[in-house]
């Protein structure tokens, strides 16, 4: 049995091995392509598709001198390949922005289907497996697109949930703009944003217009969210519908990882920072907090993490489980550290340290 960790970071991609989910063995920075300047690109996006008998990597890029692309792998990362003959995801001819790079991952119930997120707000699908991408238009010429804006971070959609039985109907979520739904397979887009405070507008619950950070669909019930804003952590029961607080009990309701149990519906775990204005860590300690009943109470499973003064916060993407049945949890930080747990063990262990800044996780058995 063998685990795969993927670490997107500012400087590149790094990916960890495991037998027993204890012990890990580092390789990285990996070479994308053919031209070094792969071994310093931000990778903001990794997808691990075990859908198929070999399991499929894909990894979104931004190299400084060629711009952002998509590479794959088919043999858990030894060779990487890019389309040769078009870019594997742009924003189409004629778009009035530029395509700045690759987000998310995530992977619909037919075999061949992935979606991405990209910066600006923008929604692909690839029917070949993540090869080539198509933009969705119907979100680009969504009246609200225009007038949505950047978060500090990036105009982004930055979140993808599939419906688990349904293929028509697709959760999203970005900064500056907040949580939309299609419920016929991209045709029509609708805000679901009912609940969720937007404190920098001079109307706090706008339509539109929310910094959510990230969300997690539950296992179990496909109507249960969660949502980490930008400001606030919330939980939906009727798949957007309605936003309903659950931050009393946390140290504060800033920060950006938000992370769902992968069997569990009321499991889910938060990671933390003081605020928008002060992207320190509660006590300047690094913090996992988890609640196991949907978010009416919370207590902190920070075993195992340094006791020291530390500086470096979770990113949005930056945190994942691995969906065993007894899960594993990673996350990694902008100090470089990269630590896990099992569901069975809550004491967090180290898996590398000093890399560049992590910008996403992704984790599976392969």
């Not at 140290?251 to 992207?279: E, K, L, Q, S, Y």
Request: hydrophobic residues 35%.
């Amino acid at each position: 049995m063998t685990y795969l960790l993927a670490i997107g970071t500012k400087k590149g991609l790094f990916t960890a091995v495991s037998d027993d989910r204890e012990s890990w063995r580092v390789t990285g920075p990996i070479q994308l392509g053919g031209d070094a300047s792969t071994l310093q690109s931000g990778v903001y996006a990794v997808g691990i598709d075990t859908r198929r008998d070999t399991p499929r990597l894909l990894v979104g890029a931004d190299s400084a001198h060629f711009g952002p692309s998509v590479w794959h792998s088919d043999d858990l990362g030894a060779t990487w390949t890019e389309p040769a003959d078009n870019a594997p995801i742009a924003l189409p001819a004629g778009a009035d922005k530029s395509f700045a790079r690759c987000w998310q991952f995530a992977f619909g119930l037919d075999p061949d289907v992935v979606y991405a997120g990209g910066e600006p707000h923008s929604f692909f699908q690839s029917n070949d497996g993540g090869l080539t991408f198509t933009m969705n238009q119907a979100f680009w010429d969504h009246p609200h697109r225009p007038t949505l804006f950047p978060g500090a971070g990036g105009a982004a959609i930055h979140t993808i949930l599939p419906h688990p039985t349904d293929p028509a109907k697709i959760s999203i979520a970005m900064s500056g703009g907040g949580f939309y739904r299609t419920d016929d397979g991209g045709d029509s887009w609708n805000p679901y944003n009912q609940g969720i405070r937007a404190d920098f507008f001079p109307d706090p619950y706008p339509e539109y217009g929310q910094c959510v950070h990230k969300a997690a669909r539950a296992a179990g019930d496909p109507n249960r969210m969660y949502v980490q804003n930008h400001g606030g952590v919330y939980r939906s029961d009727d798949e957007g519908g309605k936003w309903t607080s659950i931050a009393d009990g946390l140290p504060c309701d800033f920060g950006f990882a938000i992370v769902a149990h992968p069997h569990r519906t009321d499991t889910v775990i938060n990671f933390p920072i003081n605020a928008d204005a002060n992207r320190f860590l509660p006590d300047n300690q690094l913090q996992a907090w988890r609640s196991d009943d949907g978010g009416d109470t919370w207590r902190s499973v920070s075993h195992g993490l340094p006791t020291d003064p530390y500086f470096g916060i979770v990113l949005r993407d930056a945190a994942s489980t691995d969906g065993e049945q007894v899960p594993g949890y990673y996350f990694g930080t902008r100090c470089g550290d990269v630590f896990s747990t099992t569901e069975d063990s809550e004491k967090w262990t180290q898996v590398t340290s000093h890399l560049p800044d992590v910008l996403c996780v992704r984790a599976a058995r392969v």
